[in-house]
């Protein structure tokens, strides 16, 4: 599909223009649930969350290339969505506070690639990582060549039911 073709999804990877600054100084995120409710996440909120941590993975940036191996640590993204939504739901949609996003779907999550767990990662190399790092960025283990599941500075996420 053509990046003009109104039945595109913006949420499917896809090439982007690469933002080197946060686009906001709130490290919070928004979480909706399938119900419409929403509330605000915090890097304290996700560090109450059983803690993953997930080596060898690789920052993929458009225009910066690839860096890493690191070992990033956070909650995985099946923890978060279990703790706050028990209801039924088929996927999580992670979008950027600069409008990119994600789309990963449940069984991506309950199957997890062997590279390890998908992860709303606070920490890289046991650091807290900087806002200029993403504060909270959701890390796709397997994802090593296009940046295009990655994201970086979490504005929201938003949980899809059945």
Known sequence: MSPHDETADPLQPHSH?????PPSTDP???LVLP???SQ????HDLQQLPTTSVPNCYIVSTGHGTSGPFTFTGATLLDFVRHYCPEPWSQVEVISTDGFGNRVL???LYQPDPAGPI???YQMDGQPLTREQGLVRLIVPSERDDALRQVKWVGM???VGD
């Open 17 to 21: 223009d690469p933002n080197p600054a």
């Open 157 to 159: 996420v938003k949980v």
């Open 119 to 121: 992860v709303l990662a």
């Open 28 to 30: 919070a995120f928004e």
């Open 106 to 108: 449940a069984v991506e």
């Open 35 to 37: 119900d419409g409710r």
């Open 40 to 43: 605000t996440i915090t890097v």
